[in-house]
T-cell receptor, first 116, second 114 residues
Framework: AQKVTQAQTEISVVEKEDVTLDCVYE???????LFWYKQPPSGELVFLIR??????QNEISGRYSWNFQKSTSSFNFTITASQVVDSAVYFC?????????????FGTGTRLTIIP | DTGVSQDPRHKITKRGQNVTFRCDPI?????LYWYRQTLGQGPEFLTY????????KSRLLSDRFSAERPKGSFSTLEIQRTEQGDSAMYLC????????????FGPGTRLTVT
């Protein structure tokens, strides 16, 4: 069975600080996909990134970066120079590559608050 | 370009009543998913459609729940004889048939059972 653990329930940082959100996953599959979604106060889940299990390259997109380490089953997300607009709940998710039903298994989320 | 839409956005009902929610996926997305999200939790998978075929149902989906996707376009999720434990946000997501594995979520329907 798949499982995603986000041990940090809530994090608060002062604006412009860097912050890292942790994600640890469990799966028996050798082929899988990892995701991060953002859920702002409006409630709609916003896709941020998808990473497949064969690609361990770190990725950077503007102030966002992701560190995928298969050896520790982790897929951590770092926001550099945080801004108030980054305040949201962030979910890490896992999907088996079933070439059909790619249902997502989500973690419980980390609520990030950026203090101005 | 329109994203995934859901209707209604909010629904308050009394215990024992039936409710129905609608999801309109992104045009030409043939995969459609329903999830349920309770307070403080991540979304949990309920069911999956490939076109009009319902191919998987979670054990979370009790006999009181039924979902349809006639003609492979919009989908409906019906809950019969609602219980207070059904109170949650019901999220719909769609994705294209290509192996993109990226699901686009709608705004959700928040159900409150009193």
């Amino acid at each position: 069975a798949q499982k995603v653990t986000q041990a940090q329930t809530e994090i608060s940082v002062v604006e412009k600080e860097d912050v890292t959100l942790d994600c640890v996953y469990e799966t028996r599959d050798t082929t899988y996909y990892l995701f991060w979604y953002k859920q702002p106060p409006s409630g709609e889940l916003v896709f941020l990134i998808r990473r497949n299990s064969f690609d361990e390259q770190n990725e950077i997109s503007g102030r966002y970066s992701w560190n995928f380490q298969k050896s520790t089953s982790s897929f951590n997300f770092t926001i550099t120079a945080s801004q108030v607009v980054d305040s949201a709940v962030y979910f890490c998710a896992l999907s088996e590559a079933n070439f059909g039903n790619e249902k997502l298994t989500f973690g419980t989320g980390t609520r990030l608050t950026i203090i101005p | 370009d329109t994203g995934v839409s859901q209707d209604p956005r909010h629904k308050i009902t009394k215990r024992g009543q039936n409710v129905t929610f609608r999801c309109d996926p992104i045009s030409e997305h043939n995969r459609l998913y329903w999830y349920r999200q309770t307070l403080g939790q991540g979304p949990e998978f309920l069911t999956y459609f490939q076109n009009e075929a319902q191919l998987e149902k979670s054990r979370l989906l009790s006999d009181r729940f039924s979902a349809e996707r006639p003609k492979g376009s919009f989908s409906t999720l019906e809950i019969q004889r609602t219980e207070q434990g059904d109170s949650a946000m019901y999220l719909c997501a769609s994705s294209p048939s290509t192996a993109s594995y990226e699901q686009y979520f709608g705004p959700g329907t928040r159900l409150t059972v009193t």
